[in-house]
């Protein structure tokens, strides 16, 4: 975690002594391939990403699946229909192609594939997925954290698994982050990277925790949430993120 920052020293001032900013891959690399699939992660970690972010769903004989809606569309004669996750076997997800050539991963795929090569950030989509994906993630040997919009799934796997990581999520101006952070056991805090401010960021460094912005999709705007002192940039193309992600701009 990082340090607090001095009495009197505000997390914008504080963020020139942290001169690095981790660059995460969004669902891999979803601007050259299809998000959520194994060659999407390799792009991902051969453009540069220092860890990836993905969603995590739970078939129904319990296995962590990676894939970002809840169901998949599956071609049938003489139409394309879609099924849930949750209703699927993993025999029958598992030859399903989701783009031609592409099909959808396990967890411990993934997790395999990025165990030498960086972080991955595992957000937990799927109704009652906590106890799965973690057993997954603890068997892997990868580094990961945990994240959600669902706080009581973030609250659960800390009881669950209180040496994994975990994060919370907002796609609105979080109220009181710091009692969020305390109630759901969190240490990363991921905004959209549109509603953050000092003030935010520098609430959630006091407490101890991350900002991990998401998703960053240009230079300009990474470089303007650097200044901030954003703790990690997630975005869609991480070549754009490089530049602001090395050095603080001052």
Same mark, same amino acid.
């Given at each position: 975690?990082?340090?607090?920052?001095?009495?009197?020293?505000?997390?914008?001032?504080?963020?020139?002594?942290?001169?690095?900013?981790?660059?995460?891959?969004?669902?891999?690399?979803?601007?050259?391939?299809?998000?959520?699939?194994?060659?999407?992660?390799?792009?991902?970690?051969?453009?540069?990403?220092?860890?990836?972010?993905?969603?995590?769903?739970?078939?129904?004989?319990?296995?962590?699946?990676?894939?970002?809606?809840?169901?998949?569309?599956?071609?049938?004669?003489?139409?394309?229909?879609?099924?849930?996750?949750?209703?699927?076997?993993?025999?029958?997800?598992?030859?399903?192609?989701?783009?031609?050539?592409?099909?959808?991963?396990?967890?411990?795929?993934?997790?395999?594939?990025?165990?030498?090569?960086?972080?991955?950030?595992?957000?937990?989509?799927?109704?009652?997925?906590?106890?799965?994906?973690?057993?997954?993630?603890?068997?892997?040997?990868?580094?990961?954290?945990?994240?959600?919009?669902?706080?009581?799934?973030?609250?659960?796997?800390?009881?669950?698994?209180?040496?994994?990581?975990?994060?919370?999520?907002?796609?609105?101006?979080?109220?009181?982050?710091?009692?969020?952070?305390?109630?759901?056991?969190?240490?990363?805090?991921?905004?959209?990277?549109?509603?953050?401010?000092?003030?935010?960021? +520098?609430?959630?460094?006091? +407490?101890?925790?991350?900002?991990?912005?998401?998703?960053?999709?240009?230079?300009?705007?990474?470089?303007?949430?650097?200044?901030?002192?954003?703790?990690?940039?997630?975005?869609?193309?991480?070549?754009?993120? +490089?530049?602001?992600?090395?050095?603080?701009? +001052?």
């Amino acid at each position: 975690m990082p340090p607090n920052p001095p009495a009197g020293t505000s997390a914008l001032d504080a963020s020139s002594s942290r001169p690095h900013v981790e660059r995460i891959g969004h669902r891999g690399a979803p601007r050259d391939i299809l998000e959520n699939t194994l060659p999407s992660f390799e792009r991902a970690f051969t453009l540069g990403a220092e860890a990836v972010e993905l969603d995590v769903h739970l078939t129904v004989d319990g296995t962590p699946v990676v894939h970002h809606d809840p169901d998949v569309p599956i071609q049938t004669r003489p139409r394309r229909v879609t099924r849930p996750i949750a209703s699927m076997t993993w025999k029958e997800l598992s030859p399903v192609e989701i783009s031609p050539g592409l099909t959808i991963p396990t967890l411990e795929q993934v997790l395999a594939l990025a165990r030498d090569r960086g972080m991955v950030y595992v957000e937990l989509k799927g109704k009652a997925v906590e106890e799965r994906a973690l057993a997954v993630i603890r068997a892997s040997g990868a580094r990961c954290a945990v994240h959600s919009f669902d706080h009581h799934a973030v609250k659960h796997a800390a009881r669950l698994a209180p040496d994994i990581p975990r994060g919370v999520l907002f796609d609105e101006y979080p109220r009181d982050v710091v009692g969020t952070m305390r109630e759901a056991s969190a240490r990363d805090v991921w905004p959209q990277w549109q509603m953050i401010d000092g003030r935010l960021v +520098e609430s959630v460094h006091n +407490e101890g925790g991350r900002v991990i912005a998401w998703t960053v999709n240009s230079t300009r705007d990474a470089q303007r949430l650097v200044r901030l002192g954003v703790d990690g940039l997630c975005g869609d193309d991480v070549r754009l993120l +490089e530049s602001a992600s090395t050095s603080r701009v +001052e």
